[in-house]
C-alpha cells in the first residue's frame, strides 16, 4: 500500500512569492490534515478535511493560506504571498478513522 | 490555552535500559492521547494510541500509560536499542483541536 506522497519535498522561493504544496493520502483515507512545523517544534494543525469539506480551520492564517480538496481526495495547500517566517516543514496527513494518522515526509519550504 | 509539554532535554540511556519519556497536558481533558516517533528528515510514524478509559497499552517493548488525575503520559521503550534514537512526539485529541508536543530527542548509545 503507497503512503501519503507529498510534492515537492524542497522549494526555495523569494519572499512575497507565491507557493503550492500537493499531497495525495492514503486510498480510502476520508480524513486529510495539513500541518506546519518548525524545527524543533511539534507539528501545529493548519486545516482537517473530511471528505472534501474543512471542518477545522481555525489554525489557517487565511489572509495568505488557502487549502482544497476538490474531489475529497487529494489536496493542494497555497501560500500568497509567502513571508520569511513561512519557512518550515509543511506535513500532510491522512487518516480512515480519524484517530491514528500516517504522515507524508513533508515538504520543506525556505523563504529568501 | 491547551497545551502538551514535553521534556525538551534530550534523553540520553545506555543500551539495553529502559527509556522513559513524559508527556504532561494542561487546561483540557483529552479523549485519547498518541505517541509517534519522528526521525531527522521524515515525518512522524504512529506507535501507540491510549484512550482516557485505558490506564495502560503494551506493544511489543513499548508501553504507554494515562494518568487523567495527573494530567499525564508516560511513554516506556524496554531493551532500549541504538535503533531507537529518534524524537518522540505525544498527541492529542477527540473532544478537543488536534495537539502536538514539541517532542523529546532519544538518543540510545551502545
Known amino acids: 500500500e503507497a503512503g501519503v506522497v507529498q510534492s515537492p519535498r524542497y522549494k526555495i522561493i523569494e519572499k512575497k512569492q507565491p507557493v503550492a504544496f500537493w499531497c495525495n493520502p492514503i486510498s480510502g483515507h476520508n480524513t486529510l490534515y495539513w500541518y506546519l512545523q518548525n524545527l524543533g517544534q511539534g507539528p501545529e494543525l493548519l486545516i482537517r478535511y473530511e471528505n472534501e469539506e474543512a471542518v477545522d480551520d481555525s489554525q489557517l492564517p487565511k489572509d495568505r493560506f488557502s487549502a482544497e480538496r476538490l474531489k475529497g481526495v487529494d489536496s493542494t495547500l497555497k501560500i500568497q504571498p509567502a513571508e520569511l517566517g513561512d519557512s518550515a516543514v509543511y506535513l500532510c496527513?491522512?487518516?480512515?478513522?480519524?484517530?491514528?494518522?500516517?504522515f507524508g515526509p513533508g515538504t520543506r519550504l525556505t523563504v529568501l | 490555552s491547551q497545551k502538551i509539554e514535553q521534556n525538551s532535554e534530550a534523553l540520553n540511556i545506555q543500551e539495553g535500559k529502559t527509556a522513559t519519556l513524559t508527556c504532561n497536558y494542561t487546561n483540557y481533558s483529552p479523549a485519547y492521547l498518541q505517541w509517534y516517533r519522528q526521525d531527522p528528515g521524515r515525518g512522524p510514524v504512529f506507535l501507540l494510541l491510549?484512550?482516557?478509559?485505558?490506564k495502560e497499552k503494551r506493544k511489543e517493548r513499548l508501553k504507554v500509560t494515562f494518568d487523567t488525575t495527573l494530567k499525564q503520559s508516560l511513554f516506556h521503550i524496554t531493551a532500549s536499542q541504538p535503533a531507537d534514537s529518534a524524537t518522540y512526539l505525544c498527541s492529542s485529541g477527540g473532544y478537543n483541536k488536534l495537539i502536538f508536543g514539541a517532542g523529546t530527542r532519544l538518543a540510545v548509545h551502545p
Open positions: 496527513a491522512s487518516s480512515s478513522q480519524g484517530n491514528e494518522q500516517f
Open positions: 491510549i484512550r482516557e478509559n485505558e
